[in-house]
Nanobody, 122 residues
């Protein structure tokens, strides 16, 4: 069983930065690919970024490429999402997810956190 707890969300202005963190309670954290998804009100949950088990491979949605950076610390069982140049359209609940491979397909992830709210105002 994997438990994921996100933190770091908040309310910021356009152009600001935020760093989200996800702490995993699991014995073999390095055996999971990790990802971030987000869901805005009235919209489907969408892929943001994914990272392979050893951190060597990343995958980003076009909408965040060049602005967001996903990283992990396997010694601390954490995955982070550094978000720069935030825009109002980045407003959403952000979810951390764990699964076997770092894909953009939400259905490949077995475990999800409860989410953290990010609000970007203009």
């Amino acid at each position: 069983q994997v438990q994921l707890v996100e933190s770091g969300g908040g309310s910021v202005q356009t152009g600001d930065s935020l760093r989200l963190s996800c702490a995993a309670s699991v014995r073999a954290f390095s055996s999971y690919a990790m990802a971030w998804f987000r869901q805005a009100p009235g919209k489907q949950r969408e892929f943001v970024a994914a990272l392979s088990k050893n951190g060597g491979t990343t995958n980003y949605a076009d909408s965040v490429k060049g602005r967001f950076t996903i990283s992990r610390d396997n010694a601390k069982n954490t995955v982070s999402l550094e978000m720069n140049s935030l825009k109002p359209e980045d407003t959403a609940v952000y979810y951390c997810a764990a699964g076997p491979i770092p894909t953009s397909n939400r259905w490949t992830y077995n475990y999800w956190g409860q989410g953290t709210q990010v609000t970007v105002s203009s």
